[in-house]
């Protein structure tokens, strides 16, 4: 028979495995705030919590560390999902296939045509012949050596290679890594901060600490933050902030990790 309670144990096992991932970057840090000396590597069920999610302390002082993720592509008003953008990229993909000239060049053989992204984006919303049009200027631009003629909305580059068989038309969605939108930070931090007197109440800290986790399918990276020209907003909102430090950190692949405050 299912056992519903281990499932739930199981979750939440998962859950706090997974923010130990984001923390653990910060570990070396807290083992010099602290004088302690914890693992990152190593999960330890000994430090979980909720609101806020760890607490590492000594004899003398505790420090909690909250985790939130930032997924700009599932915030509402704000940008696609990643599934909505990969099914539209997946129809200009399919639709360029069929292009008069890429056809008349591949009669013998095929092509691999792997498309970059532009970055930042057009807020022009392209359509998929649009895009398929910035498309066939880049492979004219390939085939003749010469310079693109059309100005790009959506398309960063194409990379072209030839193809053993039929043609091949894909995104590169493994190298992306673009900067993290500002606002999207921000957010985050209010979304914790209206939780902060939470966090004082339930476990008294003498600090409490913010980890903004990057999921890797966002493809965003921690050390290059777009301002959008707020970088004093920024800091102003940033040193009127209840967390003692606010820093960014991929989910659980690499070491880098941002101190923003």
């Not at 930032?70 to 296939?97: L, W």
């Not at 003749?144 to 969605?173: A, D, Q």
């Not at 209010?190 to 399918?217: A, V």
Request: glycine share 2%; with cysteine; net charge positive.
């Amino acid at each position: 028979m299912f056992d519903q309670n281990n499932s739930k144990e199981e979750q939440l096992q998962y859950k706090k495995k997974k923010e130990w991932n984001a923390i653990k970057n910060c570990i070396p840090l807290i083992n010099e705030c602290l004088q302690l000396s914890i693992d990152p590597e190593s999960y330890d069920d000994k430090y979980s919590r909720e609101s806020p999610d760890f607490v590492f302390s000594n004899n003398d002082k505790s420090i909690g560390i909250e985790v939130v993720e930032c997924c700009p592509s599932v915030m509402k008003c704000k940008k696609k999902n990643d599934a909505e953008r990969e099914n539209f990229e997946r129809k200009i993909c399919d639709e360029f296939k069929k292009n008069k000239f890429l056809l008349s060049i591949t009669k013998n053989e095929g092509l691999n045509i792997l498309i970059d992204r532009k970055y930042p984006m057009a807020n022009k919303r392209s359509s998929v012949q649009e895009i398929c049009n910035e498309l066939e200027d880049l492979l004219k631009s390939w085939y003749h050596n010469t310079m693109p003629l059309r100005e790009r909305n959506y398309i960063g580059r194409i990379r072209v290679s030839k193809s053993p068989c039929c043609n091949v038309v894909y995104f590169n969605s493994i190298s992306r890594c673009i900067p993290v939108n500002w606002d999207d930070i921000k957010f985050c931090i209010e979304k914790k901060e209206k939780k902060y007197k939470d966090y004082c109440k339930n476990i008294e800290c003498d600090e409490y600490w913010l980890c903004i986790c990057l999921p890797f399918k966002e493809s965003i990276h921690p050390s290059s933050i777009d301002y959008n020209g707020k970088e004093n907003e920024a800091k102003d909102f940033l040193s009127k902030s209840p967390f003692s430090r606010i820093f960014l950190t991929p989910d659980s692949h690499g070491r880098e990790i941002n101190w923003i405050k």
